[in-house]
């Protein structure tokens, strides 16, 4: 899968016009295009029949890498994590998954990583994933785009097929190279509007975030994917574009 983005073919492209991304003209080919491409809740038609998607708001994200500067108290300076996970990851250092760890619960922070899925060890198949992720929770869904950027989310509850959002604020998403970050829920945003959007499965695909746009989607091939602002965490694009070609998949229990 981590072929040159630039070597594939048919990939589309979206064009920004005054913080607008406008998806196509209005035709019948472009409609099943358009249908084909975006998962239901990405959709947005307005009056001129032109596909919208707004930017939407974002806010300062926190450092991936925590110092000892835990503002509930709830560790104390200096703390280390020494994970050891069930396996080397192909898309993260130990080091990165210590960072992670420490942005989560209390209570999962000293949990052992265990691979439940690997597209590299695997296959690529979203079937085989939420097969295995099910009754699984927590996890952290990482993801490598064609350009080598490398993001994810901490999610709160077991992955599966479900007609609504699933999962709970202590969901969480981040990006590990480049520039370390992480956004937690928008909790504050929630008086303005709803924004509890923080887990959905479909046979569609797969999302993190919502209210806005989706913060991480995955299709059902795990070919394509979407990133970007999402109210539910103001966050801004994970990948290294909105719409990108996705490299690799890991998905951890913590354990």
């Known amino acids: 899968l981590d072929d040159d983005?630039?070597?594939v073919d048919n990939v589309d492209s979206v064009d920004n016009v005054d913080n607008v991304q406008v998806i196509g003209p209005d035709s019948d080919e472009a409609e099943e295009a358009y249908n084909r491409r975006w998962p239901p809740h990405a959709r947005r038609r307005d009056d001129d029949n032109i596909r919208t998607e707004p930017l939407g708001d974002t806010k300062e994200p926190?450092?991936?890498?925590?110092?000892?500067?835990?503002?509930d108290n709830d560790e104390p300076d200096g703390f280390h994590f020494d994970h050891h996970p069930s396996e080397p990851s192909q898309l993260v250092s130990t080091d990165d998954m210590n960072a992670i760890s420490s942005h989560a619960p209390l209570r999962h922070r000293h949990k052992k990583w265990v691979l439940l899925y690997s597209t590299l060890r695997d296959g690529i198949s979203m079937q085989t994933l939420l097969r295995k992720a099910k009754g699984h929770a927590p996890t952290v869904l990482l993801v490598r785009d064609m350009s080598r950027n490398v993001f994810?989310?901490?999610?709160?509850?077991?992955?599966?097929?479900?007609?609504r959002y699933f999962g709970t604020?202590?969901?969480f998403v981040f990006r590990v190279d480049p520039d370390p970050a992480v956004w937690k829920w928008w909790w504050q945003k929630s008086s303005e509007q709803q924004n509890d959007f923080f887990q959905w499965g479909s046979p569609e695909g797969i999302a993190v975030g919502g209210a806005g746009g989706?913060?991480?989607?995955?299709?059902?091939?795990?070919?394509?994917?979407?990133?970007?602002?999402?109210?539910t965490f103001g966050n801004s694009c994970l990948a290294s574009r909105e719409e990108y070609l996705v490299g690799a998949v890991e998905l951890w229990h913590l354990l």
Request: proline share 2%; glycine share 8%; charged share 25%.
């Open 152 to 163: 994810g989310a901490f999610c709160s509850e077991s992955w599966r097929v479900s007609q």
């Open 169 to 171: 604020g202590e969901t």
């Open 62 to 71: 926190t450092s991936l890498y925590r110092t000892g500067d835990y503002p």
């Open 5 to 7: 983005e630039d070597n």
């Open 214 to 231: 989706y913060a991480i989607w995955l299709d059902s091939e795990l070919c394509r994917g979407i990133s970007r602002c999402s109210l």
